[in-house]
């Protein structure tokens, strides 16, 4: 009889452990943002936008259409990179496929210094204006 009693309080034991271990980080809520881009002074036709976390590795992204985005991302400090592309001429591996020609500088997303500050309730009211000049 003791025997059985003490496999059950074991296994009681390690069900309370695992109860109590936690999976790993949460991610926090996410929160509303919205704005827009322009290129050039015209509203970005298609796009991407992300609001990046850094060290941290969280990015949202968010589709630019019509030069306005909307969407969730989590608060806090972020990067925030704009990319966009048109079609190019023909892929050398891929014939059947245009090569894909950036309209956006590197300034503008991988070497991005555009921050943002993204609090708990959200944002709304982004604008970036973006220049496919090279400066």
Partial sequence: MCRIDLRIAYLLGLLII????????KEPPKVNVSGSVTLDDQPLANGRIA????????????????GKF??????GHKTVRITA???GPP???YPDKPSKIPLIPGKYNALSTVT????????????????????
Avoid at 118 to 135: M, R
Wanted: one cysteine or more; charged letters at 35%; aromatic letters at 4%.
């Fill in 91 to 93: 892929n050398e591996m």
């Fill in 85 to 87: 592309e048109k079609d």
């Fill in 116 to 135: 943002e500050d993204i609090p708990p309730a959200g944002k709304t009211g982004l604008e970036y204006k973006v220049s496919s000049k090279a400066e």
């Fill in 18 to 25: 695992a109860a109590g271990c936690d999976s790993g980080p």
């Fill in 51 to 66: 609001f990046d976390e850094g060290e941290k590795g969280l990015a949202d992204s968010l589709e630019i259409s019509g």
């Fill in 70 to 75: 909307a969407g969730k991302v989590s608060p």
